[in-house]
T-cell receptor
Framework: AQRVTQPEKLLSVFKGAPVELKCNYSYSGSPELFWYVQYSRQRLQLLLRHISRESIKGFTADLNKGETSFHLKKPFAQEEDSAMYYCALHSGNTPLVFGKGTRLSVIA | GAGVSQSPSNKVTEKGKDVELRCDPISGHTALYWYRQSLGQGLEFLIYFQGNSAPDKSGLPSDRFSAERTGGSVSTLTIQRTQQEDSAVYLC????????????FGPGTRLTVL
């Protein structure tokens, strides 16, 4: 069965500090991994996907198949990064499976 | 272009009443999803429609929950005999092959069962 685990419910960091939001997945095939973000009073939106291998708003994520991880990283956190972050897995025609989310709080 | 829209944005109901939540997907999107977002539980998959295929109902928590998608467009999620534990934000999303099958989400309907 597909499963996505985000071990941290809440992560607090100081502005300018590095950020790493952890995501581990369980799936035997070749999944597609995503990070979604939800800012306060806004709808859930796609942040990045592993096949794009791009950096969005300074965030990057690398798929590590050996460790079955897709951690989200940013070298210098900004206050506007404070939001709820969800890791999600997609395979074939199945719907996205989400983790329970991590709330990132960036302290000035 | 217009994104996914949902109505109502907020719904307060009494325990035992039925509710209907509406989703208007992005025009041309063949796939439509319903998720439930509640504190501490993240996003729970409820049901998935893909084109003319039979919907994937594997996430519906009980037979009080049902959903329809008429004409391959608008979808309605119905919850019968609502319970307090049904209180949550219900999110709809849609996607298509041209969007890379990446779901775009609506603003959600916040359901409160008193």
């Amino acid at each position: 069965a597909q499963r996505v685990t985000q071990p941290e419910k809440l992560l607090s960091v100081f502005k300018g500090a590095p950020v790493e939001l952890k995501c581990n997945y369980s799936y035997s095939g070749s999944p597609e991994l995503f990070w979604y973000v939800q800012y306060s009073r806004q709808r859930l939106q796609l942040l990045l996907r592993h096949i794009s291998r791009e950096s969005i708003k300074g965030f990057t994520a690398d798929l590590n198949k050996g460790e079955t991880s897709f951690h989200l990283k940013k070298p210098f956190a900004q206050e506007e990064d404070s939001a709820m972050y969800y890791c999600a897995l997609h395979s074939g025609n199945t719907p996205l499976v989400f983790g329970k989310g991590t709330r990132l709080s960036v302290i000035a | 272009g217009a994104g996914v829209s949902q109505s109502p944005s907020n719904k307060v109901t009494e325990k035992g009443k039925d509710v209907e939540l509406r989703c208007d997907p992005i025009s041309g999107h063949t796939a439509l999803y319903w998720y439930r977002q509640s504190l501490g539980q993240g996003l729970e998959f409820l049901i998935y429609f893909q084109g003319n295929s039979a919907p994937d109902k594997s996430g519906l928590p009980s037979d009080r929950f049902s959903a329809e998608r008429t004409g391959g467009s608008v979808s309605t999620l119905t919850i019968q005999r609502t319970q307090q534990e049904d209180s949550a934000v219900y999110l709809c999303a849609s996607s298509s092959s041209t969007s890379g099958r990446v779901p775009s989400f609506g603003p959600g309907t916040r359901l409160t069962v008193l």
